[in-house]
């Protein structure tokens, strides 16, 4: 059985009273389930017989959720196209008590989309769609001129990138702008953390993949060699990025803790099921967010 000490359920309690601004691209997160047992006629693909949809929010749109579901207030600042996909994010959102009112809707944007088929607990295939180019000179400067009124009304902040067009240089530099300024818990969740240097953040939130990519390695020859790969580039990863904290998740293996002057700290994951795995760093991030705007350290 796992312990909490009082201190750890007090700061768990105070979630409830931190507002958090999550800012990031949006997904709708689709899965097909169904069964199958024989080949198409026309390619030796399955066919798989659909008995059950479900739409989820995806991206940053489930780190929102998450920190809702968590206890704490959240204000979403996103955009979605003019689009079916998008309609039914917004329910999603609405059902999980995540407010629409500061995602903007582009109608020369596509709703960022993840359709995933499953058949027999075996996911199939991946369908993705959605705009993933920069945003338009005019969606930009609505972007920023709601990131500016939200920010201070904040305690902390979710970049949640997956460098789909949302997180333009112009909004990274009016993050950074406003971190000066009025300085909050800010922790990035980027596929391009060293783009934020110049915001002062808190903290970062890598996965290995991303994290090899900032170092310049390669994968390691085994699962059980990503820690001690990782483990020794902590402060590489702090200096890269200019962050005092970095969380490093490492799927299954769990995450590595990194603070400047202190040994890393890890900490373990119970495995998921892998056809409904998709988003588990959201949650991570979700999590690590508001427990450091909480009072958490690493010690």
Do not use: W
Not at 32 to 53: F, K, M, Q, W, Y
Not at 173 to 201: G, H, N, W
Not at 208 to 228: F, M, T
Request: glycine share 6%; net charge negative; charged share 20%.
């Amino acid at each position: 059985m796992v312990m909490l000490n009082s201190n750890l359920l007090n700061q768990i309690d105070s979630f409830s009273a931190l507002r958090v601004l999550v800012i990031g691209e949006a997904m709708l997160d689709s899965y097909l389930e169904g069964s199958t047992d024989r080949l198409c006629r026309e390619a030796p693909v399955p066919v798989v017989s659909i008995t059950a949809r479900d739409h989820q929010p995806g991206g940053a749109a489930n780190t929102a959720v998450n920190v809702r579901s968590l206890g704490a207030e959240v204000a979403f600042l996103s955009v979605i196209g003019d689009d079916p996909e998008g309609i039914t994010l917004l329910q999603t959102l609405d059902s999980s008590e995540v407010p629409g009112e500061h995602i903007l809707v582009d109608p020369d944007r596509s709703t960022l989309a993840k359709q995933r088929v499953i058949a027999s607990s075996q996911m199939v295939v991946r369908f993705d769609q959605g705009s993933t180019l920069p945003l338009s000179p005019g969606t930009e400067e609505s972007l920023i001129q709601h990131l500016e009124t939200l920010f201070p009304t904040c305690d902390a902040v979710v970049v949640s990138d997956y460098d789909y067009g949302i997180l333009t240089p112009r909004v990274i530099q009016a993050l950074a702008a406003l971190q000066a300024t009025e300085p909050r818990v800010v922790v990035v969740d980027s596929k391009r953390l060293p783009d934020y240097r110049a915001v002062r953040i808190t903290a970062v939130k890598p996965n290995y993949e991303e994290a090899l990519q900032i170092l310049g390695l390669r994968k390691a020859s085994s699962i059980d060699e990503r820690i001690d790969q990782i483990s020794g580039h902590g402060e590489r990863i702090l200096e890269i990025t200019g962050a005092p904290l970095a969380a490093v998740t490492l799927d299954e293996d769990g995450a590595l803790i990194f603070e400047s002057g202190s040994a890393p700290y890890r900490t373990y994951a119970r495995p998921q099921p892998h056809t409904r795995a998709a988003g588990a760093g959201d949650t991570f991030v979700s999590a690590f967010t508001l427990a450091l705007a909480a009072g958490a350290h690493t010690e």
